[in-house]
């Protein structure tokens, strides 16, 4: 009979490898918090059998599961509801897995699979399920067998071994984990568990091989990796200057469609719509915080036409400047 636990945790930032460790070796169900340098990290964890579990995350950091790790015998689902992460392989190439997107994987005992990873908007809500297929029993399998699922076939089939799969036409499956999420937050186990044999059942169907793209995920280079984020870092930094991108990216000794597509993957929106964002967050504190003035607002976030600024701002909280400021001050 599995029991529900609360455990606080303060660690620093070398411990994450181990506490992520723990959380894979738990034998109960627990729910967690971790808390380090000002970060907080929610865990949920749903244990049905000795192979079978389906763990929640809600994640406010940058950090990832810290340095390389080495799998064991492990099939993965994994989707991400809010937030994006970054996945760095054996063989030094990156993947990025965003928000409604579906990733699924096999690992070897052993083996590495992961170099690295961390959560590039700094906030990670997601979940996964996972089997570990050496603790199957005889039971699950048997379980399993009655629906006509074969994990090591599914494995086989799609070639998961160290590398994941990413959907790209996923409505069902979203469904299903929007389900579980529903789910979840009424601590309904046995839905939970209804939801993960459905989709086991969808997975495990040929027409569902047959109606998948022979390479689903984008891949990049490490060195691309650093650049696009050494490219991030400057027009983050000078976000209220008016910078040229396309400059920056050719003197950074990349192409400009691959700096868009990689930042796109990392970031989860273009470079020009992400700095717009940084600079009308900057601009929406300035107009609830200060006195100055809607133009010198606009000139501090590198606008000097206050129009296309009220435009700009208009876009991302659907109200003017003006609009905005007496709203927030009528709130005080």
């Excluded at 961390?118 to 629906?147: H, R, T, W």
């Excluded at 390479?215 to 050494?230: L, P």
Aim: aromatic fraction near 14%; charged fraction near 25%.
């Amino acid at each position: 009979m599995t029991k529900n636990v609360f455990i606080s945790i303060l660690f620093d930032k070398t411990q994450m490898t181990r506490i992520f460790k723990d959380v894979n070796n738990m034998q109960e169900e627990q729910t967690f918090t971790i808390c380090y340098d000002n970060n907080n990290c929610d865990f949920k964890k749903y244990i049905f059998s000795s192979a079978i579990s389906f763990e929640f995350y809600n994640i406010h950091s940058e950090d990832g599961l810290g340095g390389k790790h080495k799998g064991m015998n492990l099939f993965r689902i994994d989707f991400t509801k809010v937030g994006r992460f970054e996945c760095e392989f054996p063989n030094h190439t990156f993947s990025f897995r965003g928000e409604n997107e579906i990733t699924m994987m096999a690992t070897q005992e052993n083996e590495e699979w992961i170099l690295g990873s961390s959560f590039p908007v700094d906030v990670y809500i997601g979940c996964a399920l996972l089997i570990k297929l050496d603790k199957m029993s005889n039971e699950d399998k048997l379980f399993l067998g009655k629906f006509h699922i074969d994990i090591l076939n599914l494995i086989s089939t799609m070639k998961l071994n160290n590398r994941w799969y990413k959907f790209t036409d996923t409505n069902k499956l979203l469904d299903l984990f929007n389900d579980i999420y529903n789910a979840h937050m009424t601590s309904n186990q046995e839905l939970i568990l209804l939801k993960i044999l459905e989709m086991l059942v969808f997975i495990s169907k040929s027409e569902f091989h047959h109606s998948l793209n022979k390479e689903s995920s984008d891949y990049f280079s490490g060195e691309q990796v650093k650049k696009v984020k050494s490219i991030h870092g400057i027009i983050t930094k000078n976000y209220n200057k008016k910078i040229s991108l396309e400059k920056i990216v050719r003197e950074n000794g990349i192409g400009y469609s691959t700096f868009n597509k990689i930042f796109k993957n990392i970031y989860g929106e273009s470079p020009y719509q992400y700095l717009k964002k940084i600079r009308m967050n900057f601009a929406a504190q300035k107009l609830h915080e200060t006195e100055l003035s809607i133009l010198e607002i606009a000139v501090c976030v590198g606008y000097n036409n206050p129009s296309k600024f009220s435009d700009a701002f208009k876009s991302i909280f659907g109200l003017l400047p003006s609009t905005f400021r007496k709203q927030k001050n009528g709130m005080e």
